[in-house]
């Protein structure tokens, strides 16, 4: 007799983890051809429409020319302007979807921990139209939070049309936002690497060639409608002296302290704000005052300020007018994202970090004036820094400092300073500007993406060769008084692979089946095989033990039998969850036992 919680045989092994099939992953792949070209269209419609609204609101005229707000004539009357923004925005947020609000990436991100990366269709035009109307009224905000939020929306929303597993749902919210950001910057490589580094949460082909492949269709969609020249231009520099290169160093460890002040600022005020006895949809409003307030002595601060990081980073713009324009976008910044509303945190924290960096490499020229520290690099070195300490997406920020302003002679002191700022950052704030907060929401963030040990592990590494077997003939009473005993023999184990007279697999019995079948009318003359379960699952020595776990979840069973690949029914071994729970030993002890070295050994 067969227990329940058993299943015939019939499997292919090859085919235990569809998701990672040839077809799956040519499917999904196609799909993000599809978002690539939608990523970059969109992105190209949110620059117009912010454009738009800049026109409107600032200047009185119907254009979709991309234009800064710095320059309106509006007097006084320019701190209305933000407010009324942030009130429709406010209210958007309150009849429309809550979810609108932030700056988007962690919104992505939670939808990808807790709801299977499925994000509310809605989402897909009421961010674009917000983070539009916020920025196009003054909001100091970049467009790519925003667009990577639509992208991701558009991916998840495609995911949810179509029959597809989570993790081609995530695939596709991610694709759809490397989509986003390449549409926006032109850069493709680090918009795949955001992706990783903050969606995905894995390193896989099934993922990142899909994500791939999106980035670059956005990223040729935007070379053909906007050219091939550099978001943010700037001379040439020459290569870096190694002396220069300490200063760069010592840079970017004091803009990643400077990032996790950033960090910690910016949700102390959103903390101010959830104190305000009005409810939630008149924050963005009263944030607006405040943008209103400093752009009228500091026009600069109004809308995205790409123009500004370039002018920074290029070194055209006075010490003391960077330092002003420095800490009224940050200023300006900080109390609108408080406020909850609609916008980008990329472009501000990248006008920060670079004006921080131009500030600290004049300090340091002044001190060291030998030491061939250039301020143009030095300013680029505190933005890439800044994003990197800010996000902790160390890779992301490094490839993007070199694809927006193609200066591959900034790679080196870029990699240098934005490594030492990730980890004084990380050393100074366990969460950074993308999950502080999920993770006061109680969500775990993954930051670490180790390699899955059961893919890289063979069953027949681990398995017990000598497993413990009985015969499929035995008397189920003679089992049981063995057990109540404590056969030392047969107590220890939960189950048992049955073998016929031949010694060739017959069954298996649990003690679950043991247990059951005492319980039944006449159990004393049953077999072990009429109690266990003739139909069997399996596992094979030379495939993978992720295979084998995707099969026992996949049947409910907590142990295989293994077997001949060439004879299924000669038993070479047995798999059980002791097995399972040895390679992640093995990875403890790597981690966690230090071996003597030579100069211990030397000095004992």
Request: hydrophobic share 50%; with cysteine; proline share 5%.
């Amino acid at each position: 007799m067969t227990a329940p919680h058993f299943r015939p045989p019939h499997f292919r092994p090859q085919s235990a983890a569809p998701a990672t099939s040839h077809h799956a992953i040519l499917f999904i792949a196609a799909m993000a051809i599809l978002l690539g070209i939608a990523g970059g269209l969109v992105a190209i419609a949110l620059t117009h429409l912010i454009g738009f609204f800049t026109n409107l609101f600032f200047y009185g005229r119907l254009s979709a020319s991309f234009v800064s707000p710095a320059g309106n004539r509006l007097g006084l009357l320019v701190i209305i302007v933000p407010v009324i923004g942030g009130l429709i925005v406010g209210l958007m947020a309150r009849f429309g979807s809550k979810a609108i609000r932030g700056h988007g990436i962690p919104e992505a991100m939670e939808q990808v921990l807790e709801n299977s990366s499925r994000i509310p269709a809605r989402i897909t035009f009421l961010k674009p139209i917000s983070a539009a109307i916020s920025i196009g009224t003054g909001g100091p905000f970049g467009a790519e939070g925003p667009i990577i939020a639509t992208g991701g929306a558009l991916g998840s929303l495609l995911g949810q049309i179509l029959s597809t597993t989570g993790a081609e749902r995530k695939t596709l919210l991610a694709a759809g936002a490397a989509a986003g950001m390449a549409g926006i910057f032109g850069s493709p490589v680090s918009a795949v690497l955001l992706a990783i580094e903050l969606l995905l949460f894995e390193f896989r082909a099934r993922s990142f060639v899909p994500v791939a492949l999106a980035a670059a269709t956005a990223a040729a969609i935007r070379l053909h409608f906007e050219g091939a020249h550099a978001i943010f231009a700037m001379p040439a520099i020459a290569p870096v002296s190694l002396a220069a290169l300490g200063a760069y160093a010592l840079l970017g460890i004091v803009v990643g302290v400077l990032s996790a002040g950033v960090t910690r600022s910016v949700y102390w005020i959103e903390d101010m704000f959830e104190r305000l006895p009005v409810h939630w949809m008149w924050w963005p409003a009263i944030g607006g005052v405040a943008v209103g307030i400093i752009g009228w002595f500091a026009p600069r601060t109004l809308g995205v300020g790409y123009d500004n990081i370039s002018q920074i980073i290029s070194n055209q713009l006075p010490l003391r007018f960077i330092a002003f324009l420095t800490l009224m976008k940050f200023l300006s910044w900080a109390i609108s994202l408080g406020s909850g509303t609609s916008g980008g945190t990329l472009a501000p924290l990248l006008t920060i970090g670079g004006g921080a960096g131009r500030l600290i490499g004049g300090g340091l020229l002044a001190i060291c004036p030998g030491c061939g520290l250039d301020l143009r690099v030095a300013a680029l070195v505190g933005m890439a820094a800044m994003f990197s300490g800010a996000s902790r997406a160390l890779l992301t920020s490094v490839v993007f400092a070199f694809e927006t302003t193609l200066q591959p002679n900034g790679l080196l002191p870029v990699l240098v300073g934005a490594s030492l700022a990730f980890l004084a950052a990380r050393l100074l704030m366990q969460n950074s500007i993308m999950t502080e907060k999920i993770a006061r929401r109680g969500l775990r963030i993954p930051a670490d993406y180790d390699p899955d040990a059961f893919a890289h592990t063979i069953v027949g590494q681990i398995m017990e060769k000598n497993a413990t077997t009985l015969s499929a003939c035995a008397n189920l009473a003679e089992l049981a008084a063995r057990i109540a005993r404590h056969d030392p023999a047969i107590s220890v184990h939960q189950a048992w692979p049955l073998l016929d007279s031949d010694g060739k697999l017959a069954g298996i019995i649990t003690r679950g089946d043991l247990l059951r079948a005492l319980e039944r009318p006449g159990s004393d003359s049953l077999t072990l095989v009429e109690a266990g379960a003739s139909a069997v699952v399996v596992a094979y020595a030379d495939e993978t033990v992720h295979d084998a776990v995707a099969r026992m979840l996949a049947h409910g069973v907590g142990r295989l039998p293994v077997v001949s690949r060439a004879d299924p029914k000669t038993l070479v071994g047995y798999l059980s969850r002791d097995n399972l729970l040895s390679i992640r030993l093995k990875q403890h002890r790597q981690e966690t036992e230090r071996n003597a070295g030579w100069l211990s050994s030397a000095r004992a």
